[in-house]
C-alpha cells in the first residue's frame, strides 16, 4: 500500500506537471517592452539583452528553441532560435534531414511533409541596427497566445531567426550612441549623435564586411554561420539592411544584373514575396521600392549566397543606418524613428513569413527541383571544373578548405586524356592535358550552383551597371593551373591532398632550407623571427643534393643561429612543423648550381618593426584586412598608430609603415612627406596599399604617376555634347572598372615577385592607371589585352594597358612599395596573400 500510494502521488504530480506547467509558462511571456523595462523602439537594446530576450521567450514557450551556434571575436555570443508550432518543435529534426534529404546532402528520402524554412537574419551591419529591434517584436508576434494568425502560419512554417549576426559591431554602434546622445535624441542632423566615429559600427572586429564574406568565410563569424546554415537550407532567406535615412523602404524583386544561375522561379516568386510586403505598406500609406539598385551578381551577400544554395535569397532595406540614431529630421519635415524603422522591417519580417506559408508546398516543391536539377540535368555551359594535381599542396588544400566549408563535393579524374578545354592562365579554349589524379569539381552534384559560380570562367552579366566586384573565379584567386571542361569527366571520390612533412634531421644540418610558395610560408617566417631565429632568403635560384631551390627560399644556418646552440635544429624543426611546412635539412653550403648558401645573394632578414596607419582617414575595410593578416593569417606584431598621432609618431621606431586605403592627405602635410623621405632614406620601408597611392601622386621624391591620358578618339567621344541625360549611367559604364581580373606580368627576379612565375593574376578594383615608374623597378605591370575575367567599360580598359601595378622604388638606403591593385581585398585572394609577405619581408634587403 505504503509503495503503491507513493506511486499514485508520483503520478499526480507528474500529470499535474505536464498539463499545467506549459500553460502557466506561456501566460509569462513578456513583451519586449515588458522585458526591457523601456518600450521597444525607445532606447538601443545592447546584444547581450537581445539574447537574453530571446532565452526568455525559450524558456516560456514550446514553440521556441534557441542554440548558441558560435562567439565573435570579442566573444559575444551568436544565437538562432527556431520557432514553429508545438507538433513542429517535436519533429524539428525529421523537418532539418527532410530539406537535406530533398538537396541530396543526406541519403535517404524524406518523410511526405511540406513544412518551409523561412531563415530571417538580423543586424549583419551592426549600425543597422533597427532589424534586431524588430527581430524581438517579431518573435514575440510569433509565440504571443492571443495572435491566432500567426499560429496558423507556423502549422507549416518553421521560421529560424538570427537577431543578430554582427554583435560586435552592433555593440560598438549602441555604445557609442548611448555615451554620446542627450536625455533627449536631438533629430538635427548635425547633432554629434548622427555621425559615428571610424570605424564604425558596421563591420565586424577586424573592420570586415560580413555582407561581403559569405562565400569567402574569411570570417569567423561567416565560418560559423554557414556551417549551421548548411545544416538546415532555407527555403526563404531575408537579410535585413539599412541604408540612407532619406530613402524609403525595398524589398523584392531585386534589381539587374541578376546572376545567369539564378532559376525562373527564384526570380518569380521574388514578385509574390514583393507583391504581400506591397500590400502591407500600402495599407499604411509607406513608401517603398523593387528592382532598383540592389542586384544579384556577386556570390558573397546575405542574399545571393543563399539563392546559389537553392533559396529566394533577398535583402530588406530600412532608411536609417548609423546616421539616423534614435530619431532623426528629413528633408521633408518628417522625423524617423526607431520605432518606425523597426516597424518596417517587423511588417515585412510577418509578411515574408505568412506569404511562405501560403505557399509552402509550392516552396517545398520547388526546393526539391532545384536541387535535383543540380544533381540530374545542372545548367551552364561547363560541366567539369579541372584543378591540377601538381599545384602547391598548401593552396590546394586552402581551396578544398573552403569547397568543404561550402559541401562541394571534388574528386578525382580517374584516367589521362587530352581534350578541349577553356585554359585559366591562358584565357583560351584549347587543347589540355587531364592527368589521371587531376582534381575535379563537377557541376552534376548537390552544390552544383555554387560550383559553377566559383569557377565558371568569364561569369557572364546580364546587365553591366553594378558596384561590386564582377570576377571571383578560384583558379586565379587560390593562384591554381586547371581547366573548365564542357564535357563531363567520370569522377572517382577523393578529399583534399595530404601533405607529407617530415622534419626530424639529426646530427648537425649545416643549414635549413624552407620553400617559399605561398602564405603559409610567410606564417612559418613571422613565427621563425618572433623566435628570433635568424633567416636569410636566396635572391637566386640553386641545386643542392639534387633538388632545386627556387627564389624565396628561406635559409636558416647553423652560423646565423649560434647563440641559440643545440636548441636551434629542434626550435626549427618544430616551428616547421607546427605550420606543416618542410625544412629539408644540408650539410654543407656548397651547392651543384647557383650560389653558395654562404653567398651575399643569400640576404640576411630582419626582424621588422611594423606600423599600420589607422583611425580617422583611413578606410576601415583596407587597415581591417591588413591588420586581420597580421594578427590572424600570420600572426606577427603589427602596431596600429591613429591618423590622428600620427604627426607625433616616431619613424626611427619602425622599419615598416603601411598606408592602407583612403583619404587622409591632410596628415600627409610637406613636413610630415619630408620626415618620411628622410626615415626611407636612412633604411625605412614604406608599403602603400591601394587607393593610398593616390596620395602619393606629385609628392616631392616619389616618382609615382599618373598616366597621360592621350587618345584623342576618347576625348572627342567624351565630348560627345548630344549624350543623353536619362542615358547618362550607362554612358558613364565605358570607365568603370568595379573589379576584375588581369593578367600582371611579373619580373620575377626581383623579390617582390618571389614565389610567383610570370603571371599573377591580380583582383584590379578601379581604374586608377599609373605609369611606369620611371627610376624604381616595375615588378607587375599591365599590358595589352591583360583583361581574363569581368566587366570593364572600354575606355578604362584602354587606360588600364601599359600601366603599373606592383613597384619598388629604392630611396637612399630604404624603399618604397607601391601596391596598386590591393592584395588582401577582402582576404580572399589567397595567393595575393604572399605579394604582401614579400612587400614586407623581403623587399628592401639588398
Ligand atoms: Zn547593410
Known amino acids: 500500500m505504503m509503495r503503491r500510494s507513493r506511486f499514485t502521488t508520483l503520478l499526480l504530480v507528474l500529470f499535474w506537471g505536464i498539463f499545467t506547467l506549459p500553460l502557466q509558462a506561456q501566460s509569462e511571456i513578456e513583451s519586449p517592452s515588458a522585458f526591457l523595462g523601456y518600450k521597444l523602439g525607445t532606447h538601443w537594446t545592447p546584444h547581450y539583452k537581445v539574447i537574453e530576450y530571446f532565452r526568455h521567450v525559450a524558456e516560456h514557450s514550446p514553440m521556441v528553441k534557441v542554440e548558441k551556434y558560435g562567439e565573435t571575436n570579442e566573444g559575444r555570443e551568436l544565437m538562432l532560435a527556431f520557432v514553429s508550432n508545438e507538433p513542429n518543435m517535436s519533429r524539428l529534426e525529421e523537418i532539418r534531414t527532410n530539406n537535406l534529404k530533398r538537396a541530396g546532402i543526406v541519403d535517404g528520402a524524406p518523410t511526405v511533409d511540406s513544412t518551409v524554412i523561412v531563415w530571417l537574419s538580423y543586424n549583419v551591419h551592426g549600425n543597422e541596427a533597427s532589424s534586431s529591434e524588430a527581430a524581438m517584436k517579431t518573435i514575440y508576434e510569433l509565440v504571443r497566445p492571443d495572435d491566432a494568425q500567426t499560429k496558423s502560419w507556423l502549422k507549416n512554417t518553421v521560421v529560424v531567426m538570427d537577431p543578430m549576426l554582427n554583435p560586435d559591431g552592433h555593440d560598438r554602434y549602441v555604445h557609442w550612441y548611448k555615451e554620446t546622445v542627450g536625455d533627449q535624441p536631438n533629430i538635427d542632423v548635425d547633432s554629434r549623435e548622427h555621425h559615428e566615429p571610424w570605424p564604425g559600427g558596421r563591420y565586424n572586429h577586424y573592420y570586415f564586411d560580413l555582407n561581403r564574406d559569405w562565400a569567402w568565410l574569411t570570417q569567423k563569424e561567416s565560418r560559423q554561420r554557414i556551417k549551421v546554415f548548411q545544416k538546415w537550407l532555407p527555403e526563404v532567406h531575408v537579410d535585413f539592411h539599412e541604408m540612407g535615412y532619406e530613402e524609403p523602404y525595398y524589398f523584392a524583386p531585386a534589381a539587374k544584373p541578376f546572376h545567369k544561375a539564378i532559376t525562373d522561379w527564384q526570380r518569380q516568386f521574388q514578385y509574390t514575396i514583393g507583391r504581400n510586403n506591397a500590400k502591407y505598406f500600402n495599407q499604411n500609406d509607406w513608401l517603398f521600392f523593387t528592382r532598383e539598385v540592389y542586384d544579384l551578381f556577386y556570390p558573397s551577400y546575405g542574399d545571393t549566397y543563399p539563392i546559389f544554395n537553392g533559396s529566394i535569397g533577398m535583402t530588406y532595406e530600412q532608411a536609417g543606418g548609423g546616421i539616423a540614431g534614435l530619431g532623426i529630421l528629413k528633408e521633408e519635415g518628417d522625423t524617423l524613428t526607431l520605432n518606425d524603422r523597426l516597424t518596417h522591417h517587423f511588417t515585412t519580417s510577418l509578411s515574408t513569413i505568412e506569404v511562405s506559408s501560403q505557399h509552402a508546398k509550392k516552396l517545398v516543391d520547388e526546393f526539391a527541383k532545384y536541387y535535383d536539377t543540380a544533381q540530374n ?468 634587403n639588398d
Open 377 to 844: 540535368n545542372p545548367q551552364g555551359k561547363y560541366k567539369m571544373f579541372v584543378i591540377k594535381a601538381d599545384n602547391d599542396p598548401d593552396k590546394l588544400q586552402a581551396l578544398f578548405h573552403l569547397l568543404d566549408q561550402h559541401q562541394i563535393e571534388y574528386g578525382k579524374a580517374m584516367r589521362s586524356r587530352t581534350l578541349d578545354g577553356y585554359n585559366y592562365k591562358t584565357g583560351k579554349n584549347e587543347r589540355v592535358r587531364i592527368n589521371s589524379g587531376d582534381y575535379l569539381v563537377s557541376v552534376y552534384q548537390p552544390k552544383s550552383v555554387m560550383a559553377r559560380v566559383l569557377f565558371e570562367p568569364r561569369p557572364e552579366l546580364a546587365d553591366s551597371v553594378t558596384y561590386d566586384i564582377t570576377a571571383w573565379e578560384q583558379h586565379y584567386a587560390y593562384g591554381l593551373d586547371g581547366y573548365a571542361l564542357t564535357q563531363r569527366l567520370d569522377v572517382q571520390p577523393a578529399s583534399a591532398p595530404k601533405k607529407n612533412v617530415n622534419n626530424n634531421a639529426t646530427g648537425s644540418p649545416y643549414a635549413y632550407l624552407a620553400r617559399w610558395q605561398d602564405l603559409q610560408d610567410v606564417g612559418l617566417l613571422a613565427d621563425l623571427l618572433k623566435h628570433d631565429i635568424k633567416v636569410r632568403f636566396a635572391s637566386q635560384p640553386f641545386k643542392i643534393n639534387d633538388q632545386s631551390y627556387e627564389r624565396g627560399t628561406l635559409v636558416m644556418t647553423r652560423s646565423d643561429n649560434k647563440t641559440l646552440g643545440k636548441s636551434f635544429d629542434q626550435l626549427v624543426q618544430d616551428i616547421a612543423t607546427a605550420h606543416n611546412q618542410q625544412v629539408d635539412a644540408v650539410a654543407t653550403g656548397f651547392v651543384q648550381a647557383g650560389s653558395d648558401l654562404g653567398s651575399s645573394t643569400v640576404r640576411y632578414l630582419k626582424k621588422l618593426r611594423v606600423a599600420l596607419l589607422s583611425g580617422s582617414g583611413t578606410s576601415a575595410t583596407s587597415v581591417g584586412e591588413v591588420w586581420h593578416y597580421f594578427d590572424r593569417q600570420i600572426n606577427y606584431p603589427v602596431t596600429l598608430v591613429n591618423t590622428d598621432n600620427f604627426g607625433r609618431l616616431d619613424l626611427t621606431d619602425f622599419d615598416v609603415l603601411i598606408l592602407p586605403g583612403g583619404n587622409y592627405r591632410d596628415k600627409l602635410t610637406d613636413s610630415r612627406i619630408k620626415d618620411i623621405r628622410d626615415w626611407i632614406s636612412s633604411g625605412g620601408k614604406l608599403i602603400a596599399v591601394g587607393s593610398a597611392n593616390r596620395l602619393l601622386v606629385n609628392k616631392e621624391g616619389f616618382n609615382l604617376k599618373r598616366k597621360e591620358g592621350n587618345d584623342k578618339n576618347d576625348d572627342k567621344q567624351e565630348n560627345n555634347l548630344l549624350n543623353s541625360y536619362g542615358e547618362r549611367q550607362r554612358n558613364n559604364i565605358v570607365n568603370y572598372n568595379t573589379g576584375s581580373v588581369f593578367r600582371v606580368t611579373m619580373d620575377t627576379s626581383h623579390p617582390l615577385a618571389f614565389g610567383y612565375d610570370d603571371n599573377y593574376f591580380s583582383l584590379k578594383l578601379n581604374s586608377d592607371a599609373y605609369a611606369y615608374l620611371k627610376d624604381g623597378w616595375n615588378v607587375g605591370v599591365t599590358k595589352e589585352d591583360a583583361v581574363m575575367s569581368g566587366f570593364i567599360g572600354y575606355k578604362a580598359k584602354k587606360k588600364l594597358e601599359d600601366t603599373l601595378d606592383f613597384g619598388v622604388q629604392n630611396m637612399g638606403r630604404g624603399s618604397i612599395v607601391y601596391m596598386v591593385d590591393d592584395p588582401l581585398f577582402r582576404a580572399f585572394w589567397y595567393n595575393g596573400k604572399l605579394l604582401f609577405g614579400n612587400a614586407v619581408f623581403l623587399v628592401g
